[in-house]
């Protein structure tokens, strides 16, 4: 099976992955980013999918395409989303439907979309946390693989809650890919085609 990792921001989960010996074939970055000279130094091969060059109006469904087609050519069975800015279109999760994974800083199916942490934070939850789930053309709402809380502490603001939950996301994401590939969490079907 061969594993690809997109990425836009600083890497941390990337580098939980390879470290942890996970077979990351390539990173795929939408913008140019710390995460690329992560996997730079990480030996692995590494394209940006410039997301600006798509236009001021963004054309995501070309976007999505160019991305699948990108994927394709390098054989990519299992994609997972590290902190990938750009929500993919029909194109791409058409694709490879049943086959991305995506982690989130809330316990879906509470929080959902950009900003779940300050959303727990504002709604005064007790307890947050990561999930673990099947990507789908619907933001956040595809099935739950792995979840793991995290207390909300009395002087926890937005960037302390988050680094908490990352600490939880990079071995909880870590370990949900290694069951995925070891067969032992089957992928639904989803959308769009079947699963592995």
Request: aromatic share 6%.
């Amino acid at each position: 099976m061969s594993l690809a990792v997109l990425v836009s921001g600083t890497g941390s989960i990337l580098d939980a992955m390879v470290e942890a010996g996970l077979p990351v074939d390539l990173v795929v970055s939408d913008r140019p980013c710390t995460a690329v000279s992560r996997a730079a130094g990480h030996d692995v091969e590494t394209i940006v999918v410039h997301r600006s060059s798509f236009g001021d109006d963004f054309d995501r469904d070309g976007y999505s395409a160019l991305l699948a087609d990108r994927l394709s050519e390098r054989s990519v069975t299992l994609v997972a989303m590290a902190g990938f800015g750009t929500i993919l279109s029909r194109p791409f999760h058409d694709r490879f439907a049943g086959r991305v994974l995506n982690t989130h800083p809330a316990l879906l199916p509470a929080f959902p979309g950009w900003h779940g942490v300050r959303d727990a934070l504002a709604a005064g939850v007790d307890v947050t946390g990561c999930t673990v789930h099947q990507a789908t053309l619907e933001v956040d709402v595809g099935p739950i693989l792995a979840q793991e809380e995290v207390v909300v502490r009395p002087d926890d603001d937005e960037t302390s809650l988050h680094e908490r939950i990352k600490v939880v996301e990079r071995r909880l994401y870590v370990d949900t890919l290694w069951a995925v590939l070891d067969g032992v969490i089957p992928l639904q079907p989803t959308p769009g085609g079947a699963a592995l």
